[in-house]
């Protein structure tokens, strides 16, 4: 065991930097967790960070390899056995369907050398094209939008401190102050301007925060953000508000773009969204003068690009920074937040169904033929694109779908859109893998459970938010019968006869990466281990013998002539149905109208919860899910504080309490994602996606909201005990 590991908290993309040491006295956690003083968190962690330690040592834990028997009870298998039944489910199902038969599904929590390796042994070792992960589900529609308007994706174009100095802050569908609290430091300077600008159905946590003063909240009927940021842009224009000079020599398309908001003017769009006109023209002012005076950021979440028209509302967002000439500015700028561990370099180097390593497309035969090289194969061995995660999803145990899957760092049957179906598809695979340190609710339905490391046990690296280079580094050593990814995926693809090479060492699965990454949008080929370890800043671009690139965009954009591109959008079907659902003046939700639910996370836990659920002080805060409701709308269905409640629509069902309150518009409910069985919330869902990025449709979902019967009470309430 090693004293005083400087690494980073396993959970979000702030990437919080924290210190592991051996705890003086024994204690429930193996080590003790200390902040560390980083550009991001400033020596400050959230509740997950301070007890994300305590999880290496929980009893749940899996230490040995599961396989699933006769009796459909999990027993304990050598490792030599478990990789054979692995390797021999492969060959039957390639000799019996295809390589495409073989599916993988991977996660934006695995460190970029395990996504590196993970995309490779996918396409050579299984030979096949069905590779993605959980990533679309997060940060795809913004990474779509940001390609088409800049030639590049990354989260954060400029460092996190940046916007320490700036006046104006439009921050769109992130509730930062739950979902990674250390970030809300980066708001005061705003804030005390008067100048954050929150948008969110709810009046979130982060919403709050523009009391007193410190700002605006615009408070949309939810899937509306499409029609306010076509708002915003047109008061701009038509307020002379727009940088000319900016538009002028740093993009391209704006007489389109112009035309296209025309129609958007602020009372039509106040009909549409229920934001009053008088506070779009005055955010709109906001951002413009900010971007003279003292710098304007505007920041994407999860909130508005989740929705099946999410690449059109990011583009929106970009094209309202662009007219007011952030993008590349030297005190202004666009960015997302990216949302998981490793959500940025788990999307660059190969784990995505059409992705090669380096943000290189798989369709481009240059970029087939210079990571053939590196891998030392015919570039017609790597297969094509494969299926986004949603159709991957879906074709579980169809006749031409996925036979055999594994799933490493991913918990889909809590996490994916109609997660009954999902559920339903595990079940008709014939041999499931899962790699996982619990026996989560996705692992629960595989046919082999094989124990890997968890991130306090591992070496390696990730890029958070802002696109910077991070090492992990390991404390302690992992259970006996524990193994890291990268030493399954060496030994299975030395079974599988696989061409190439294929390593369990993080460091030298690294220095391929860097090879393989060269010349690509992201490339790390500047970057190594070393350098890390000596704390140097290492933002990608990082081409051999540069300095990185902390603030992108400063001199022209990655398309071919230097510009950034409008691109004219409009709401479509599913946007305008939710505007015709209305603006209920009277605030009540009449008896039986559908409602609007909106899924997202809670401060105490993370993504499908697999973790934090298990962390005794984060479940007691928190044990279940509970449905967030206007006293009027609970009301008209007869719904008091804390009854048992049922959500339902065609997918499914789920029961819960009530949690009534006015921080939320009147038509729309709030569930949590976090949780299982009868409160997950993904059983209701829809599997509807961005036609552009993939992106599962999990923020606008019609649902009926109703008093649960006596039987379905007396159920919550059971689940409610054994949790």
């Not at 997660?419 to 790699?435: E, H, K, P, Q, T």
């Not at 992992?478 to 696989?498: F, H």
């Not at 460091?507 to 000596?534: C, H, M, P, Q």
Request: charged letters at 20%.
């Amino acid at each position: 065991m090693t004293d005083g590991a400087a690494t980073h908290c396993p959970y979000c993309a702030l990437q919080c930097a924290m210190t592991l040491s051996t705890p003086a006295a024994p204690t429930e956690a193996p080590l003790d967790v200390a902040a560390r003083d980083f550009p991001t968190n400033r020596g400050g962690l959230c509740r997950k960070g301070w007890t994300s330690a305590s999880l290496l040592k929980h009893p749940g834990r899996v230490t040995e390899p599961l396989l699933r028997g006769p009796d459909g009870v999990h027993h304990p298998v050598s490792w030599e056995a478990a990789l054979k039944f692995a390797a021999a489910a492969v060959r039957t199902t390639r000799a019996n369907y295809g390589p495409d038969a073989v599916g993988v599904f991977g996660g934006g929590g695995l460190t970029n050398e395990k996504a590196y390796q993970l995309g490779k042994f996918a396409r050579l070792a299984l030979g096949t094209s069905r590779i993605d992960y959980n990533g679309r589900f997060c940060m795809s529609s913004a990474a779509a939008a940001g390609m088409r308007a800049f030639g590049l994706d990354r989260g954060l174009p400029f460092p996190l401190a940046d916007l320490d100095s700036a006046s104006t802050i439009l921050l769109l569908g992130s509730n930062v102050a739950e979902t990674m609290p250390p970030f809300v430091q980066h708001l005061h300077g705003a804030r005390d301007a008067g100048g954050l600008i929150v948008v969110d159905p709810r009046r979130s946590a982060t919403a709050a925060f523009t009391a007193d003063g410190g700002g605006l909240h615009l408070q949309p009927l939810a899937g509306t953000d499409l029609a306010l940021l076509l708002g915003l842009s047109h008061v701009v224009i038509h307020e002379n508000l727009a940088d000319s000079a900016y538009i002028e020599d740093r993009t391209a398309g704006y007489p389109a773009l112009a035309r296209s908001v025309s129609a958007f003017w602020p009372e039509r769009v106040q009909t549409l969204t229920g934001v009053p006109a008088g506070l779009i023209r005055e955010t709109a002012r906001r951002l413009a003068e900010g971007a003279r005076l003292g710098g304007s950021y505007i920041l994407t979440g999860r909130g508005v690009e989740q929705h099946a028209d999410g690449t059109d509302t990011a583009t929106a967002a970009i094209n309202l920074a662009l007219l007011l000439g952030l993008p590349g500015s030297a005190r202004s700028g666009y960015g997302t937040l990216t949302g998981q561990g490793n959500g940025q370099g788990g999307r660059e180097h190969g784990q995505k169904a059409d992705q090669l390593p380096g943000y290189r497309k798989i369709t481009d035969p240059a970029a087939r033929a210079h990571v053939a090289a590196v891998w030392g194969v015919p570039e017609a061995s790597i297969p094509g694109p494969g299926l986004p995660a949603v159709e991957l999803l879906r074709s579980l145990g169809q006749p031409d779908g996925v036979r055999c899957l594994f799933v490493h760092g991913a918990n889909v049957a809590v996490s994916a859109p109609d997660a009954n179906a999902v559920i339903a598809g595990l079940r008709s695979l014939d041999f499931l893998v899962v790699c996982d340190f619990f026996i989560s609710e996705t692992a629960a339905e595989a046919d082999l459970i094989l124990p890997v490391t968890q991130w306090a046990e591992e070496e390696g690296t990730l890029t958070n938010l802002e696109g910077r280079v991070l090492r992990r580094r390991r404390a302690i050593a992992p259970p006996p019968g524990v193994r890291s990814e990268l030493w399954i995926m060496t030994r299975l693809a030395g079974l599988l006869d696989a061409p190439s090479t294929f390593s369990e060492d993080p460091e030298t699965v690294f220095e391929e990466l860097r090879l393989a990454s060269a010349g690509g949008l992201a490339d790390y080929s500047g970057i190594d281990y070393a350098r890390l370890d000596r704390g140097e800043e290492a933002y990608w671009p990082y081409p051999a013998g540069s300095n990185g690139t902390p603030r992108l965009f400063l001199d022209s954009f990655a398309h071919p002539d230097g510009r950034a591109v409008f691109t004219p959008v409009a709401p479509g079907h599913r946007s305008s149905l939710a505007a015709e659902a209305g603006v209920r003046p009277t605030g009540a939700d009449p008896a039986g109208a559908p409602m609007t639910l909106v899924t997202g996370r809670l401060l105490e836990h993370y993504q499908s919860g697999t973790q934090t659920r298990r962390v005794a002080a984060l479940a007691a805060a928190r044990p279940e899910a509970r449905l967030q409701i206007h006293p009027a709308a609970a009301a008209a269905q007869g719904i008091a504080e804390g009854d048992v409640v049922a959500i339902a629509n065609g997918r499914g069902k789920v029961l819960c309490r009530a949690e009534l309150s006015a921080e939320i518009r009147p038509e729309t409910v709030f569930l949590p994602f976090h949780f299982p069985g009868a409160g997950s919330a993904n059983r209701l869902t829809e599997a509807a996606t961005d036609p552009v990025s993939g992106m599962p449709e999990f923020k606008t979902t019609t649902v009926w909201v109703r008093p649960a019967a006596a039987g379905a009470r007396a159920e919550a309430l059971q689940l409610e005990g054994a949790s």
